[in-house]
């Protein structure tokens, strides 16, 4: 035997090898990986549920991309999951890959996921939960284990438990740190690895951590009794199996606790009577944002980005990440040379020689590319922070994992739709009209309607027509979960979408989400569901008396009916059911909005103005019976409502103008009813009201009072002559009415009104001195835009005509 075997022979021999580690940490993932070439053992333990053995294999597959995550959940509630999530810089993985190289076992020796799943069925009152609602174990089996594992994170409280340590934190400060990722790069990080002894720093490590155990006892997690007490027998069982030639990947603050001389009868003791459920596991993408602690993970990390380039930088980690966020900054048009790179390399290497650092750190590029790149600016820095030292990377994991049947059929579609899905937020504009797109625009509805929330409607910035779509999409690994959930309504998405909807609309509780669902089942496409749906609706509009439920739920459903015009569906029975709730509405409406306070007047002018644009679109699309005459039974009821004293006035004053925008009522009736309205015999408070119906709202009132100025010198004489003590009763009143207009409205009105617009609504008040404003056409003027119009519409090419000044006259005046 060697000199080195022997060594190697005397340092294993008291037990296994026991390799603490921090999770996340590139640090002890390289030292894993020396430490496993010194020792060479015949099989490797690995802290994790050990219903993952079976997909150890799948590491070693050409499809698989870290970072990715152990996911289990409970079989018959799929929304009870936890996450065990890998990095190529996690030490686990990297031990992983090692035993698969090498054709050594690897096993996971945690307790099992049955049990920590079923401890989270047992504590969802008062337990902590994760982003999901329901996770509630992460790594190691316990979703906070990880924070004193090597994870440096806030001290956290649990009610009726003491104080959770970070132990990290704990050594920082004793060594003089008041920053734990500061002392942990300075002491593992920058550690030369050249001729030192592989094994030094789990052994430092190891005695640290037993110290805090003397002094922490458990840090306030007494589960990790019962986890440690399955992990001993594991390892026990493996050392019997392989001649007690086992090293053990886990958690540094685990370390004591396995090397603790226990029996086996007294850790069984600890394991029996544990809670159980049935659960499966596979693999699924992460992101190095999800690794985060930003995103509530519990064994987070501040800068994953950082550590995966430091993890894989062959050399110059420092020259190869300023080469990194100069590219980043170059790409969003900032103006970077190689100059500023040599310079903020420079400037970081002096700041960590002055704060006696072994090496730059991330605090040292990171106030170097402030100073240097970004010229102090903190907003570069921030792009620089999200893309790179966070990052979006997202895993992969290969075709041949476990996953339930509607995940396959979501990737065939993804497949065939070219939808893949990526960690970086992206702006989708889709074309309706293309096969593709409509596929895209289906599949995202559907995902949608499972609560798969991959993606959501976002305003275009271009046509804002039926036909086009434009989605934000960002995928996030608790998606699979959602997937998984999703899996109990069908195992293909369409099965799944349509089993979902018809539940949903027997179970909905208004009328509104009936008409909502029956939109979202046009915008999914779902044939099958929609007869369901438009059943579910005739019964319920059938019975529901009330006039805003009513209301609210035609905007819905007429938009449906464009949807379905758009994407070749048959709305005939959907066209009825609208036109059936408008003429309930058109009946109900005016008694619904007698002697209504205030606030009730409000909301039920927003529903008249809901079914105004309802009723505009649905008369529209098309004279069938059921929509015949729909828009001059909408003016009359409007005419009844602007007619009723009893009949707020806000209500009142929003229907004359709908009835004027309409071409209804003519300039001349609108004036009169102003005038009517605003006489000294109408209480102040009902006059101020109306006028925020007729011109408020952000429905354009202040260009409609910009441009006729009678019914600017109505409201101005009005409120001049409003008396001292009724002022302030409706200034607030007025206030939000003229708020809500652009500045330019107000500065122009403001102008008119100080020049002395007509008074008294006369013909004569039309006529003005006010430059701009003229009672005839400015011929002068109008004849300017001729040109202009003569290139726009050149020559007529099907009659081989060209177009005229004579022709143009009319356009341009």
């Not at 789990?202 to 005695?207: Q, R, W």
């Not at 074309?431 to 559907?446: A, C, I, P, Q, V």
């Not at 925020?692 to 600017?712: K, W, Y």
Request: aromatic share 4%; proline share 6%.
């Amino acid at each position: 035997m060697s000199e080195d075997e022997a060594g190697r022979e005397a340092r294993r021999a008291p037990g296994p090898l026991l390799l603490g580690v921090r999770h996340h940490g590139p640090g002890s993932a390289r030292a894993v990986r020396a430490a496993l070439d010194e020792a060479q053992p015949r099989v490797v333990l690995l802290e994790g549920p050990p219903e993952a053995d079976t997909l150890i294999a799948l590491a070693a597959d050409e499809d698989m991309r870290p970072p990715v995550a152990l996911l289990a959940h409970v079989v018959d509630e799929p929304g009870r999951s936890a996450f065990w999530p890998l990095a190529e810089f996690s030490p686990e993985w990297v031990a992983i890959r090692w035993a698969l190289e090498h054709e050594v076992p690897a096993r996971f020796i945690d307790l099992p996921a049955t049990h920590t799943l079923a401890w989270g069925r047992e504590e969802d009152e008062g337990g902590e939960e994760g982003e999901n609602g329901k996770e509630k174990e992460g790594e190691n089996g316990d979703e906070k284990a990880r924070e004193r594992d090597g994870g440096p994170d806030a001290l956290r409280a649990e009610p009726a438990r003491a104080v959770r340590i970070d132990p990290l934190a704990v050594l920082a400060e004793t060594a003089g740190y008041d920053d734990p990722e500061r002392w942990w790069e300075d002491v593992i990080e920058h550690r030369g690895a050249g001729g030192e002894d592989a094994f030094a720093p789990f052994d430092v490590l190891g005695e640290a951590m037993e110290a805090l155990r003397e002094v922490y006892g458990t840090g306030g997690h007494d589960r990790d009794l019962v986890r440690e007490a399955y992990m001993r027998l594991q390892v026990r069982a493996a050392q019997r199996e392989f001649e007690d030639d086992v090293a053990v990947v886990c958690g540094a603050w685990h370390v004591p606790a396995l090397r603790q001389r226990t029996t086996v009868a007294a850790d069984r003791a600890l394991l029996k009577g544990l809670p159980k459920v049935k659960a499966d596991m596979t693999w699924v993408p992460w992101t190095h944002r999800r690794l985060s602690r930003m995103s509530g993970y519990g064994a987070g990390i501040d800068s994953p980005g950082w550590y995966g380039h430091l993890f894989a930088a062959a050399d110059r980690p420092i020259e190869r990440w300023m080469t990194k966020v100069a590219g980043l900054l170059r790409d969003e048009d900032r103006l970077v040379s190689p100059a500023h790179v040599i310079e903020a390399v420079r400037l970081a290497d002096t700041l960590a020689a002055m704060r006696g650092r072994p090496l730059p750190g991330l605090t040292e590029t990171t106030d170097a590319v402030r100073a240097v790149m970004c010229e102090g600016s903190d907003v570069p820095l921030a792009l620089v922070h999200d893309r790179l030292v966070v990052g979006d990377v997202l895993g992969e994991v290969p075709a041949s994992a476990p996953a339930v049947p509607l995940q396959r059929d979501l990737a065939r579609l993804q497949r065939r739709l070219r939808l893949k899905p990526e960690a970086q937020e992206r702006d989708l504009e889709l074309d309706l009209r293309k096969e593709t797109d409509g596929g895209r625009s289906r599949l995202l509805h559907r995902l949608r309607l499972l609560g798969v929330e991959w993606g959501e409607p976002a305003a275009s910035r271009g046509s804002t027509g039926t036909f086009r779509e434009t989605w934000r999409l960002r995928w996030e690994p608790e998606l699979a979960v959602r997937v998984a959930e999703a899996g109990v309504w069908g195992t293909t998405v369409i099965a799944a979408a349509t089993a979902k909807a018809e539940t949903d609309a027997v179970g909905a509780r208004s009328l509104a989400d009936v008409t909502g669902l029956a939109e979202r089942c046009l915008l999914a496409e779902l044939p099958d569901a929609l007869p369901v749906v438009m059943r579910v609706l005739a019964d319920r509009a059938a019975l529901d008396a009330d006039v805003g439920h009513l209301a609210q739920a035609l905007p819905a459903l007429v938009r449906s009916l464009r949807y379905g015009d758009v994407r070749g569906t048959g709305t005939h029975a959907l066209a009825e059911v609208a036109a059936r709730l408008a003429e309930r509405v058109f009946v109900g409406l005016p008694p619904a909005c007698a002697a209504l306070d205030t606030e009730a007047a409000e909301e039920m002018r927003g529903h008249v103005d809901a079914v105004h644009g309802a009723v505009g679109l649905l008369a529209e699309g098309g004279e069938d019976d059921a929509r015949a005459g729909i828009r001059d039974r909408w003016h009359s009821v409007l005419g009844t409502l602007s007619a009723r004293d009893t009949v707020p006035g806000v209500i009142r004053g929003r229907a004359v103008r709908l009835l004027l925008d309409d071409g209804e009522l003519g300039q001349e009736q609108a004036a009169r009813l102003m005038g009517l309205v605003l006489s000294p015999g109408t209480a102040p408070g009902d006059a101020a009201a109306w006028i925020e119906g007729f011109v408020g709202g952000g429905s354009g009132g202040g260009m409609l009072l910009v441009h006729d100025e009678r019914l600017l010198g109505l409201v101005d004489s009005w409120l001049t002559g409003v008396p001292g003590d009724a002022f302030t009763d409706v200034l607030p009143l007025l206030r939000r009415t003229f708020s809500a207009y652009e500045p330019g409205v107000r500065r122009t009105l403001g102008e008119l009104v100080r020049r002395g617009p007509g008074l008294g609504g006369s013909v004569a008040a039309t006529v003005s001195g006010t430059p701009g404003f003229a009672p005839d056409l400015d011929a002068d003027r109008a004849d300017a835009v001729l040109p202009v119009l003569r290139l726009l519409l050149g020559p007529d090419e099907a009659d081989g005509n060209s177009v005229d000044d004579n022709d143009l006259v009319g356009v341009g005046r």
